[in-house]
């Protein structure tokens, strides 16, 4: 048996009209939370949805330690990110597609598409939605964060 309290020991169901707004934004884009302490009292979870209207592109920024996977539903939209020996890399996808983004990385969405919003759903190893936006792309590690990276001894 669980010392878990009741709340734990039972499935949440969120409902697509119930996502939370309240959320970390970049401009550009708007997240909403579906799974998160506040909604459902994850612990090491945090997973939502965030859209990229037409012929938008968001601010930069990154997640600070928390690594996210993110799963296109709708559209084409491109993931940018800095290659110190390339330059500025840009990851075009399509609905099915995955996008691996690890802790510290700047990178920004853009929707190149004139009409339709692009959708994509978000998950990250950590509870919070952590988003530091950034003024570019170059990769300054936890420093931009203003705290310390906890993978360091």
Known sequence: MSDEDPFHRRLHHIA?????????????????????????????????????????????????????????????????????????IRVDTKPGDYIYVPPWVPHREENPDPENEAVVVISRTTQEAIVVNVPDLRWVGPVAAGTKDPTDP
């Open 16 to 88: 697509s009209h119930a996502l939370h707004p309240d959320t970390a934004q970049t401009s550009g884009m708007r997240r909403v939370e579906a799974i998160s302490g506040t909604t459902v009292g994850s612990r090491n979870l945090w997973m939502g949805q965030t859209h990229v209207a037409a012929s938008t592109a968001s601010g930069n920024h990154h997640h600070g330690a928390s690594e996210t996977a993110i799963y296109v539903v709708s559209g084409n939209p491109s993931f940018v990110f800095l290659d110190d020996e390339h330059g500025e």
